[in-house]
């Protein structure tokens, strides 16, 4: 149980154009879910916080209108990077969490790598 | 705010050796815990995690992991590495009203050497 996908697990794409990569919650119902970033050898951050029909809110230094997020239903979360750049490289990982109001554990994706040439 | 520390950036061990790896952390009351581990490429998969009660927690992987509050850590323990162990181990911590946030410690790269 408690299975986290993404969609692709890999992207390469040209400077200049959107990319956007899927989180799915498979056997849970994910009120909520958080999209990090790792760079090479390094931690988790955590970019942004997403709830099933409201808007995210984002973590300080990270730009809202070029990181994208929707959390349209309550199995799916998506991050759109806009206007990507070399930059932008890096391992995008999504978890979600069914809340019940008392700390949850956050159940982790495969990530996704993303390239921008 | 609260933090995470890993003292150790990488951990060489044998095969069949047992392993601890550190983990402190900063905040004023007691944290939610947990250690995650990496394989290359792949996201996080939860080995075990502390809310309340009991402060020795097993995990998964024959993994455990003892809450210690006068010292402000959350060491994972093993007492046989197995080859396939060989990843990154990440501990986080939640607060209270945080929202759920999870703040990760730097990471430890475990090398078993076989």
């Known amino acids: 149980g408690a299975v986290v996908s993404q969609h692709p697990s890999w992207v390469i794409c040209k400077s200049g154009t959107s990319v956007k990569i899927e989180c799915r919650s498979l056997?849970?119902?994910?009120?909520?879910m958080f999209w990090y970033r790792q760079f090479p050898k390094q931690s988790l951050m955590l970019m942004a916080t997403s709830n099933e029909g409201s808007k995210a809110t984002y973590e300080q230094g990270v730009e809202k209108d070029k990181f994208l997020i929707n959390h349209a239903s309550l199995t799916l979360s998506t991050l759109t990077v806009t206007s990507a750049h070399p930059e932008d490289s890096s391992f995008y990982i999504c978890?979600?969490?069914?809340?019940?109001?008392?700390?949850?554990?956050?159940?982790f994706g495969p990530g996704t790598r993303l390239l921008v040439l | 705010a609260q933090s995470v520390t890993q003292p150790d950036i990488h951990i060489t061990v044998s095969e069949g050796a047992s392993l601890e790896l550190r983990c402190n952390y900063s905040y004023g009351a007691t944290p939610y815990l947990f250690w995650y581990v990496q394989s290359p490429g792949q996201g996080l998969q939860l080995l075990l995690k502390y809310f309340s009660g009991d402060t020795l927690v097993q995990g998964i992987k024959g993994f455990e992991a003892e809450f210690k509050r006068s010292q402000s850590s959350f060491n994972l323990r093993k007492p046989s590495v197995h080859w396939s162990d060989a990843a990154e181990y990440f501990c986080a911590v939640a607060v209270t009203g945080g929202g759920n946030k999870l703040t990760f410690g730097t990471g430890t790269q475990l090398k078993v050497e076989l």
């Open positions: 978890s979600a969490s069914h809340d019940s109001g008392t700390q949850e554990t956050q159940y």
């Open positions: 056997d849970f119902q994910a009120t909520t």
